[in-house]
């Protein structure tokens, strides 16, 4: 009976957290990033696999229970303002909890923040993990450097946002070890 109670217990307080950690968004438009109910992932090199990061993400032709995020929601993609993107962009989105794979992982932290560098393509894969080194990723934890550029459409497109990104500066750039 303790048992069934504990389990009662627990499943309610995670469904209550997630009730309470969809995406927010600040008077500007710009997700405002927690880290207490987000995963961060850092991916570097292999600039061609881009589009395909992307289409994981937000491709209808992927069946709903293999989709990594919800796509009934909102999904963020920030860029760099100097490539548009091209070189570095993080994705925010609520966890899919119709993918039993990542259904567990979602009663913990419901969201994920996906981080893709593309420059310096799969060099920047490898090198930085042989040398133990740190490299740059866009920085998108703050609303000050990043300006909402388009509206999106759940399950279909991108609400866009642009960030200034300077590589080395603490204020526009999130370095990360390999």
């Known amino acids: 009976m303790k048992k069934l109670l504990l389990g009662a217990a627990v499943t309610a307080a995670m469904i209550g957290g997630n009730a309470q950690a969809a995406i927010t968004v600040d008077s500007n438009g710009i997700p405002v990033i927690n880290t207490a109910t987000t995963y961060e992932v850092y991916l ?15 491709n209808s032709s992927i069946p709903a229970a293999n989709r990594i995020c919800d796509s009934a929601k909102l999904i963020y993609k920030f860029q760099d303002t100097a490539t548009a993107g091209r070189d570095y962009k993080a994705y925010l989105c609520e966890l899919n909890t119709k993918n039993s794979a990542l259904s567990g992982l979602a009663a913990s932290k419901p969201n994920l923040l996906l981080y893709k560098r593309d420059n310096g393509g799969s060099a920047q894969g490898v090198a ?6 740190a490299i740059d990723f866009l ?6 450097n990043c300006t909402k550029v388009s509206d999106g459409t759940a399950g279909s497109v991108f ?5 200034t ?5 603490p204020a526009f750039s999130n370095s990360k070890n390999s």
Request: aromatic share 6%; glycine share 8%; hydrophobic share 50%.
């Open 139 to 144: 920085k998108v934890d703050t609303a000050a």
């Open 44 to 58: 570097s090199g292999a600039s061609a696999m881009a589009g395909f990061v992307e289409q994981l993400l937000l």
């Open 165 to 169: 990104f300077t590589a080395g500066n």
């Open 128 to 133: 930085p993990v042989i040398a133990e080194a």
């Open 159 to 163: 609400t866009r946002i642009n960030c």
